[in-house]
RNA sequence: GGAGGGGUUCCCGAGUGGCCAAAGGGAUCAGACUGUAAAUCUGACGCGAAAGCUUCGGUGGUUCGAAUCCACCCCCCUCCA
């Protein structure tokens, strides 16, 4: 059963290092076991670029293994330096704490925590680490580490040797205390695997390390391949940031967007990472679109598969339902219930009374939010590139947003629908 | 504490008294081509509809004029103690 998940894994791209390779296969094989991946809170919600570790529990889950979510309560007091160019600023522990509340609520959601002897746990390192006094740590823990070893890892070599910036202790010391989980979990619930992403090599090693020194018992770790786009940029930004999973900072109806939007050198292996379907299934979605014209089904696969995850069935139908309307449709054809309909699910949208229209369509574009600048709706006014309802209009319209949203070009007397180039729309309701 | 190097517009990185809103590259946005893809080409890229306004770690100063010179301060890096 485990032989065949790591030849999934391995078959979608997703295993990029094991420590204890050979042993492995064999200890997932004799019996369901605890494994964990941490989740540090650095910002109110986790985004996409955790969305790998994140299924990739829930997949040792199916296999019949436990999952432990950690939320780094501790470790992110402190910040991981693995591969960070710069020292990273400390947020206040109220704000952290706050943030670990937010996570373990976004966690648990992708992990079952009701599957009998095989449930998920949220764990946070926070419980195990407040207690702990600095000679102690410096006596058990920190004794098991050499600094020899610790400057010798890769994920710290850029900031020990790169000319303009440094590494404070705080965060060399990140890795024993992401060491020291692992042991803990051992300890506490006999974790005897941690998942990462491949920058996190250093950290998971560590923890092996100091597992074995500590408890004598011999654990493993996997890390995934961080996820790269074919031309080079990078994955999971958008004109307007990170794409996150928290509904409430990305769209389900922009999430959905987003992973529209992958390119097509990109959106098979995506399909690996990020979804469920079966290894063979992709291979036949990527043969069917080699073989049509025009374009591929994957993406809108992708979309549907990856939202659906992330922001269940109802968040996918809301994003279903814009894009439909919006791309697919005609928007005459909408009605007045249906444009409401795409305000609930999520379309950017304003409501604004006539007398409140600014001087500027540019004013009007910027303040609903389209464009971080006038420059920019200017060169789309330029260029043709803005219309309402359907309409185009022109530089010279800049002077008249009245005009522009006319009653008469209404849809429904009160809605316009303003496209900003080929992506970016705005409903505007107008009373 | 000492010596040296550095902090430039989202990022990298030029600029060392006016020609600088600041080279170049990247990212980003828009257009053309397409398939809401890629590549390519074109344009935009501090803010502003415009007049104009505000930037080059901070505060003062020199000067007709400063990102560029001076003083002090803050932060980062390297080496020494």
């Not at 073989?291 to 696969?301: C, D, M, T």
């Not at 992330?310 to 909408?334: C, P």
């Not at 409140?356 to 006014?381: C, F, I, N």
Request: glycine share 10%; net charge negative; with cysteine.
């Amino acid at each position: 059963m485990s032989t065949e998940l790591l030849k999934d894994l391995r078959a979608r791209g997703l295993v990029f290092q094991i420590a204890g390779e050979e042993a492995l296969p064999a200890w997932l094989d004799a019996e369901s076991r605890t494994l964990y991946c941490g989740f540090d809170p650095t910002a109110d919600s986790l985004h996409i670029g955790s969305l790998v570790p994140l299924l990739m529990l829930r997949r040792f889950q199916l296999a019949g293994h436990r999952p432990l979510a950690l939320v780094g309560g501790a470790t992110g007091m402190i910040g991981d330096p693995s591969f960070k160019a710069q020292e990273r600023q400390l947020n206040t522990p109220d704000v952290i704490d706050g943030w670990v509340g937010r996570l373990r609520d976004q966690v648990s959601r992708f992990v079952d925590v009701d599957a009998g002897a095989c449930s998920a746990e949220i764990v946070n390192n926070l419980d195990w680490t407040r207690g702990l006094d600095v000679l102690t740590f410096l006596r058990d823990v920190g004794k098991h580490f050499s600094v020899n070893a610790m400057i010798q890892k890769e994920s710290v070599k850029q900031r020990l040797d790169r000319e303009g910036s440094g590494i404070s202790y705080t965060e060399f010391s990140y890795m024993i205390l992401q060491s020291y989980d692992f042991a803990e979990l051992n300890r506490r619930y006999g974790c005897g695997l941690q998942i990462g992403g491949s920058d996190q090599w250093g950290n998971i090693t560590g923890g092996i390390d100091l597992t074995r020194r500590m408890n004598g018992s011999t654990v493993y770790g996997l890390t995934m391949p961080l996820v790269t786009k074919a031309d080079g940029t990078k994955f999971g930004k958008t004109e307007s940031g990170t794409v996150w999973l928290d509904a409430a900072k990305t769209s389900p109806y922009a999430f959905y967007q987003f992973w529209l939007g992958t390119s097509d050198a990109d959106v098979y292996r995506f399909l690996r990472y990020f979804t469920f379907l079966d290894v063979d299934v992709i291979a036949q979605i990527e043969k069917e679109d080699a073989a049509g014209q025009g374009r591929p089904q994957a993406q809108g696969i992708l979309a549907r598969e990856v939202t659906r995850l992330v922001h269940g069935n109802d968040g996918l139908y809301a994003a279903e339902r814009i894009t439909r309307s919006l791309f697919d449709g005609d928007l005459k054809a909408l009605s007045a219930a249906d444009l409401s309909q795409l305000k609930l699910d999520g379309l950017p949208s304003s409501s604004l009374s006539r007398a409140d229209l600014p001087e500027t369509v540019t004013q009007l574009l910027t303040e609903a939010g389209m464009t971080r600048s006038g420059k920019q709706v200017k060169d789309a006014l330029l260029s043709g590139a803005v219309s309402v309802n359907g309409e185009a209009l022109g530089w010279a319209d800049n002077g008249s947003p009245a005009a522009c949203l006319a009653s008469e070009r209404a849809l429904h007397g009160r809605f316009f629908v303003v496209r900003l180039g080929k992506k970016k729309v705005h409903l505007f309701d107008l009373t």
